[in-house]
Each structure stands twice: as structure tokens, then as C-alpha cells.
């Protein structure tokens, strides 16, 4: 397949460069200049999507989605398919799949989970919304760069379920730190608290998989001083997405929304910016009660 790659950034470098071992003909653009062994090197977003067969988009957020799809749109050929796997808000996410059906193409917003070493390895998670002409045009890619694609629905469908995921993964992670330090508190061993909790009604993946406690549980950024991983900015951008989506859709997300302004606390006003969204563990442990 002849396919155009925009934003080579952490996670979209790694995935262009699974398609290309895969034999696929990759021609690629980034706005800061990223050039990739194997990947053709574009001047412009437009460049790299002429004659495509399929453009995918890996970019920050939805005002940049939306001014790259803007240019590329026009300079796609007719029933090709643009397959955005950015994050960004269930609005953008529509406007730019219904721009492209109205200039002949069809779209996919196709986030992902997994972080860089998903990507890394080709085992992404795929959630996918769009047509199913679509899905069925783009699955053989995804099952190159990931190890499982759902089709969620119509446009938009993709991006409501990464926020949705994500808003309990920040409540789960944050009801888990808080446990810890009181457990800390009480002084219940946080092996013993783990060995717990992992196997009780309390268990879910912040736990049993990324433990915000070093030296507890599977490796995860807690046993390297909370250095990312998953980002607390990158979970401030997906809670304040999903709040804005349920501002949207008039619905009470009142644990989300309490997670949103924990986050953004911790990114902002103390010293979370450029730590693991798991840090607040630590950050729980030097607090009094309020
Ligand atoms: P990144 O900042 O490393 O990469 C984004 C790239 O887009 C950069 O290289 C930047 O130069 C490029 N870019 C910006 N504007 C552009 C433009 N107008 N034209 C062309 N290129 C442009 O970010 P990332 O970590 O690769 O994340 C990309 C997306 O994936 C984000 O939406 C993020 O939320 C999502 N995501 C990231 C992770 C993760 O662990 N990093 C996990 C899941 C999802």
C-alpha cells in the first residue's frame, strides 16, 4: 500500500517504521523536520498525502489535526482513507471525517493505547471509528502496528472510548495512590496492601500492572523515580478531554471531573509536570489531611 505518514513524532516514528519493515511504500512529513531510515521524506503534509492510498495522522491535539487536514485533504485521490490515530476531542475528530467524506474519501479515527512501547513493538490497541469500508481497508495496517483493532461505531466513536478508558484509568489511579498512602498511614506493609488488594474487588490495572509503589508488583515507572511512561500531562490532556466531552453531552462525570482538577493541580501549581501520572503517590504521601 502507498501510504503517507504525518507526525513522526514518539509514537508516530515507531509506527511508520513497522509499516516500512512490513513492506509497505511510507513517505512521511513532520513540522519539526523528522526524517526516518525507509520512510520517503516529504516538504509538506500535502506532499506526503498525493497519491496515497491511505494518509494516517499521529499528531498533539485537534486544532493541529484539523489545520492538517485542512491542507491534505484536497491533495488526497478520490476513495482513499485518512486514518487519524491522534488523541483529541470527539468534535475534531467528526469535523475532519466529515470534511473528508465530503471531498470523496472516507476516515477513520483510530486512537491508541499502549504508549511508546506499544508502538515500539507493533501492539498497540487500536479503537476505531468510521465505516466499516473503512476498518476493512485499514485493518491489515493496524494489525501491523497493533495487536487488536475494535471497530467502535461511527465517527467519533474511536475517540469516546479512549476518553472513556482513560478518564477511569486517572480515577483508578488516583483512588489507588490515596489507598496506598493511607495504608502508608495505618501502617499496613505495602506488600502486604498489594498482595491485597491485586486479588480482591479493589484490583484494576494501576495496580496489578503499573503499581505506583516502587519495587511492588510488575516493573512500571515507579521503580525508575517516576520517570514516564504515561505522562501526568498526557492524562491532564485526556481528562480535560473527556470533561469537555461530557460537558458536551450533558453528562455527570463528577469523579472524572475531580481527577481533571487533581491532575491539574499536580502539573500545574506543584511538581508533576514531566513525572509519571502514577507520581501521585508520592505527592499523596507528603500531604496532611485537608
Ligand atoms: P509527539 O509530540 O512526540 O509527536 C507529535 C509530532 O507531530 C511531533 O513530531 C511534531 O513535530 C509533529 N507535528 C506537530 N504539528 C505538525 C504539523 N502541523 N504537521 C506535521 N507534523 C506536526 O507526540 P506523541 O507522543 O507521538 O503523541 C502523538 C499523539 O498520540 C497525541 O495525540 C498523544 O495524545 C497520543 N498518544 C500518545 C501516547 C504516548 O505514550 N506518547 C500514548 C497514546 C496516545
Excluded at 476493512?136 to 475517540?159: E, R, W, Y
Excluded at 478518564?167 to 501502617?187: N, P
Aim: hydrophobic share 45%.
Amino acid at each position: 500500500m502507498k501510504i503517507g505518514f504525518i507526525g513522526l513524532g514518539n509514537m508516530g516514528a515507531p509506527m511508520a517504521l513497522n509499516l516500512v519493515k512490513a513492506g509497505h511504500d511510507v513517505t512521511g512529513y513532520d513540522a519539526a523536520g523528522v526524517t526516518i531510515e525507509g520512510v520517503a521524506n516529504a516538504a509538506s503534509g500535502a506532499e506526503a498525502a498525493t497519491g496515497a492510498d491511505v494518509v494516517i495522522t499521529m499528531l498533539p491535539n485537534g486544532a493541529i489535526l484539523q489545520s492538517v487536514a485542512a491542507e491534505i485533504i484536497p491533495a488526497m485521490p478520490k476513495g482513499s482513507v485518512l486514518l487519524d490515530c491522534s488523541t483529541v476531542d470527539v468534535d475534531s475528530a467528526r469535523a475532519v471525517s466529515d470534511q473528508a467524506r465530503e471531498n470523496g474519501l472516507d476516515a477513520l479515527d483510530a486512537p491508541v493505547s499502549g504508549g511508546i512501547g506499544g508502538a515500539a513493538a507493533g501492539t498497540l490497541t487500536f479503537m476505531v471509528g468510521g465505516s466499516e469500508a473503512a476498518f476493512a481497508t485499514a485493518k491489515p495496517l493496524f494489525d501491523i502496528m497493533g495487536q487488536k483493532a475494535v471497530h467502535c461505531g461511527p465517527s467519533g466513536n474511536g475517540q469516546a472510548a479512549k476518553i472513556c478508558n482513560n478518564m477511569i484509568l486517572g480515577v483508578t489511579m488516583i483512588a489507588t495512590c490515596e489507598a496506598f498512602a493511607l495504608a502508608d498511614k495505618l501502617g499496613l506493609d505495602r506488600q502486604a496492601m498489594f498482595d491485597v488488594v491485586s486479588t480482591s474487588s479493589g484490583a484494576s490495572w494501576s495496580i496489578n500492572a503499573y503499581c505506583p509503589a516502587p519495587g511492588i508488583g510488575p516493573q512500571s515507572p515507579s521503580d525508575n523515580d517516576y520517570k514516564p511512561g504515561f505522562a501526568a500531562n498526557l492524562m491532564l490532556k485526556d481528562l480535560r478531554l473527556s470533561q469537555q466531552a461530557a460537558a458536551s453531552a450533558d453528562a455527570d462525570t463528577p469523579m472524572g471531573q475531580l481527577a481533571e482538577t487533581l491532575y491539574q493541580t499536580f502539573v500545574e501549581t506543584e511538581d508533576g509536570s514531566g513525572k509519571d501520572f502514577s507520581a501521585m503517590l508520592p505527592r499523596f504521601s507528603a500531604r496532611s489531611r485537608t
